[in-house]
């Protein structure tokens, strides 16, 4: 992560903390590495921005949109160890810490910097992705679902709405975050 990404970040949440934003920040509890997959990273991604165009088209407020991605491979657990077919192993405390198959759940440092490749992986892909999309990609709400909604005629006129604005690149702009879980460890 750059200084001038943390200072950008630090501004918007002052931003939001006066009420001139919304903050959108969803993601996964806990990512394993084999989860760092193009498909899905894109898919995550879409849908934490298509969030902030709809929260934005509904308050009126720019939003600051945050994944949890790129480096939630931590799991916090109540006891360090657990019972699995009568036998007491070591928890799974996430990819960074452990495997989850139980020969591999001997904690292994050799993991951290697994996470730190895939984080920074992830991190790029994102990046990546965002500086080669179009703002139309976050416009592109499918809403076949709601269908049934006894408001989709509503939602159906928000989208077009949505759909019809001049968004500018602002719409792609995201940040990322995970909660230190393991410090103990990390």
Not at 47 to 60: A, D, N, S, Y
Not at 132 to 140: G, H, K, L, Q, V
Not at 148 to 165: L, T
Request: glycine share 6%; net charge negative; hydrophobic share 35%.
């Amino acid at each position: 992560v750059q200084a001038s990404e943390c200072e950008k970040l630090k501004q918007r949440l002052a931003e939001a903390g006066r009420g001139e934003r919304f903050i959108i920040q969803g993601g996964d509890c806990a990512e394993r590495f084999i989860d760092c997959e193009a498909d899905r990273l894109e898919t995550q991604l879409k849908l934490i921005l298509q969030m902030g165009v709809i929260v934005e088209h509904v308050t009126g407020k720019p939003t600051v949109r945050i994944c949890r991605i790129a480096g939630q491979y931590g799991k916090p657990r109540s006891k360090p160890t657990e019972v699995v077919d009568g036998k007491e192993v070591m928890s799974f405390k996430g990819d960074n810490i452990n495997g989850f198959e139980l020969k591999d759940r001997k904690w292994n440092p050799e993991r951290l910097l697994q996470g730190y490749f895939h984080s920074t992986a992830t991190l790029n892909f994102l990046r990546s992705y965002v500086s080669s999309a179009e703002p139309a990609d976050c416009t592109n709400i499918d809403i076949n679902a709601l269908r049934a909604s006894k408001d989709y005629a509503e939602i159906v006129s928000d989208v077009r709405a949505i759909r019809a604005k001049d968004s500018g690149k602002d719409v792609m702009d995201f940040f990322t975050a995970h909660e230190a879980m393991q410090l103990d460890l990390e």
